[in-house]
């Protein structure tokens, strides 16, 4: 074949079409403050999109992706937010014409954000005292925040980021990609993971009643960067897995949203990913039945999952990003690890419908020289 750039390549793979080899498109973790203490930040360029993509491309020939930033929700004109700290609690209170919302955890050194309690964060998880989704009156609450972007000035500061990231994308010939729709991840987020877990078997009409106000936000979301041009969306469905929920509940909950969501994306000749790691063998079905082009980071190599199967369901319709384990492989100084995982990524999945990555991505903490061993033993097989 001909030589592809990689906006070409990442795209033919996603497809399962023919490629002139198989692409590799790093996700890079800089991760939190929190996160890096009593470690040594290993990359050698900085914490920004430009400084990865630049160093990543023009170094090391990676098949970059670039992420476009994104302010998924906008609230109604006349909500408003306060926070109070006391006796080592964070409470924050938005304050609608439904009512108060309120969240309240418990404040640690671990802690990231500061003075405020986000909706949507997995290091609110085990630390709720009071969550932000418990009742219907919370939902009516959410009805006035989880708006989608609507005014001149809203849409212009989305169009700018989008405009940012594509110049780039452009300067190195990569493809542009939205992540936005979270579903049971953000509504875990929201609930804690074992409220939740109770709360789809004892009230499933509320959590079936959030999905719904979600998903008609992130179809919003992805109906603007659509018409902006972006080329993949990231579905987020990380913890929508059997590590949580049966295949039954899992498919009741979201298959005929996330079809919806891949239906828009088709029509506007664009592709679809979903991001999913682990607690993904008992769902293959499920799976199969989403009219998804690409699964991001399922782990191969996660004790009690079975990518071979995973390749044997799926592998006709959808193309994989997987790779060496970020929590298996990559925080361990051991190069030689690193390339027997690649090459038996290679072995799973083939050469075709195949984007290598790390799973579900490299880290600040983790060796840099792992990095360098998957990108060079991906050279030699691609």
């Not at 109070?84 to 108060?100: C, E, H, L, R, Y």
Request: proline share 7%; charged share 20%.
């Amino acid at each position: 074949m001909s030589e592809m750039n990689s906006r070409e390549r990442v795209l033919a793979a996603m497809q399962r079409k023919p490629v002139d080899y198989v692409p590799c498109s790093l996700f890079i973790n800089p991760q939190d403050f929190v996160q890096r203490i009593g470690y040594t930040y290993q990359f050698p360029f900085g914490p920004t999109s430009p400084e990865i993509i630049s160093y990543l491309v023009e170094e090391h020939g990676v098949d970059m992706i670039a992420s476009v930033p994104w302010q998924t929700y906008y609230p109604e004109a006349g909500v408003s937010s306060s926070v109070s700290f006391a006796d080592n609690v964070i409470t924050k209170t938005w304050t609608t014409p439904s009512g108060d919302l309120t969240a309240r955890i418990k404040y640690d050194d671990n802690w990231p954000h500061g003075y405020d309690v986000p909706f949507f964060s997995d290091y609110t998880i085990g630390k709720f005292i009071q969550p932000w989704l418990e009742t219907e009156a919370d939902l009516e609450c959410f009805r006035h925040i989880l708006k989608p972007p609507s005014t001149a000035d809203e849409l212009d500061k989305l169009k700018f980021g989008w405009n940012v990231t594509k110049r780039l994308a452009d300067k190195f010939s990569l493809p542009t990609m939205l992540s936005a729709g979270m579903g049971l991840t953000g509504a875990q987020q929201l609930i804690d993971s074992a409220p939740i877990c109770l709360m789809v078997m004892d009230n499933p009409d509320l959590v079936d009643a959030y999905l719904q106000l979600e998903h008609e936000l992130t179809m919003k979301n992805y109906e603007i960067a659509l018409d902006f041009g972006v080329d993949i969306i990231r579905r987020n469905g990380f913890y929508e897995s059997c590590d949580f929920y049966s295949p039954t509940m899992l498919s009741n909950f979201l298959k005929r949203r996330i079809n919806d969501e891949a239906r828009i994306t088709h029509e506007a000749g664009k592709l679809i990913s979903y991001t999913v790691l682990t607690g993904y063998t008992p769902m293959l079905d499920h799976l199969a039945s989403l009219d998804l082009d690409c699964l991001f980071s399922p782990d191969p190599f996660f004790e009690g999952e079975d990518p071979v199967a995973l390749k044997r369901v799926c592998g006709d319709t959808k193309a994989f990003l997987s790779g060496p384990s970020d929590t298996i492989h990559m925080p361990w100084d051991d190069q030689d690890v690193i390339r027997n995982a690649v090459e038996k990524t290679f072995d799973i999945y083939g050469k075709t419908g195949l984007i290598l990555s790390a799973c579900s991505s490299a880290k600040a903490i983790h060796p840099w020289t792992n990095t360098i061993a998957l990108i060079e033993t991906w050279k030699n097989l691609r």
